[in-house]
T-cell receptor, first 114, second 109 residues
Framework: IAGITQAPTSQILAAGRRMTLRCTQDMRHNAMYWYRQDLGLGLRLIHYSNTAGTTGKGEVPDGYSVSRANTDDFPLTLASAVPSQTSVYFC?????????????FGSGTRLTVV | GQNIDQPTEMTATEGAIVQINCTYQTSGFNGLFWYQQHAGEAPTFLSYNVLDGLEEKGRFSSFLSRSKGYSYLLLKELQMKDSASYLCAVLDSNYQLIWGAGTKLIIKP
């Protein structure tokens, strides 16, 4: 089934630990995104990649890093987790970056940093 | 700054009609999206407007007025499964999506 796969589904992480959230898509979409969603706030963009080999910073990039070695994978790394990074993380992709291309979302990773 | 406003929560009755409003102030405009998000799930695409006017898609319609920075999502013949959050998002001049906080819609029998 075409779509986006995120792993893990949920995780409890000790503060200070390193963690990589995985995101894989099989739609050959060029653009990929990482968002965090917190209660009462809209989805906030962490990092994005318009095409394989390129990445950019979003609205809330501090404490996070990404890589885009190929079209399909876009992992998000927390180098040293802090409690404020407790959130639901969504990976998304689009076929292109022009005006109309719908976003497809993964099912999300619920991360709790304690 | 960029800002998207929508009501936090709305309640409606099964079978009725509800209108969810969204106002925006963004740096540029390349279209407005509406997404539906059930609790604990990912957002799913509902509609896209880039020109003024009404776009109808079954029980759901979306309206846009660019001059007023305003959109609404109209849901007709409400069903219990329509209970969800509805997210408004604007594609800005850099083709990045700016998201509203979402409107939680509660449907009562």
């Amino acid at each position: 089934i075409a779509g986006i796969t995120q792993a893990p589904t949920s995780q409890i992480l000790a503060a200070g630990r390193r963690m990589t959230l995985r995101c894989t898509q099989d739609m050959r979409h060029n653009a990929m995104y990482w968002y965090r969603q917190d209660l009462g706030l809209g989805l906030r963009l962490i990092h994005y990649s318009n095409t394989a080999g390129t990445t950019g910073k979003g609205e809330v990039p501090d404490g996070y890093s990404v890589s885009r070695a190929n079209t399909d994978d876009f992992p998000l790394t927390l180098a040293s987790a802090v409690p404020s990074q407790t959130s639901v993380y969504f990976c998304a992709s689009r076929a292109g970056t022009g005006d109309y291309y719908g976003y497809t979302f993964g099912s999300g990773t619920r991360l709790t940093v304690v | 700054g960029q800002n998207i406003d929508q009501p936090t929560e709305m309640t409606a009755t099964e079978g009725a009609i509800v209108q969810i409003n969204c106002t925006y102030q963004t740096s540029g405009f390349n279209g407005l999206f509406w997404y539906q998000q059930h609790a604990g799930e990912a957002p799913t695409f509902l509609s896209y407007n880039v020109l003024d006017g009404l776009e109808e898609k079954g029980r759901f319609s979306s309206f846009l007025s660019r001059s007023k920075g305003y959109s609404y999502l109209l849901l007709k013949e409400l069903q219990m499964k329509d209970s969800a959050s509805y997210l408004c998002a604007v594609l800005d001049s850099n083709y990045q999506l700016i998201w509203g906080a979402g409107t939680k819609l509660i449907i009562k029998p």
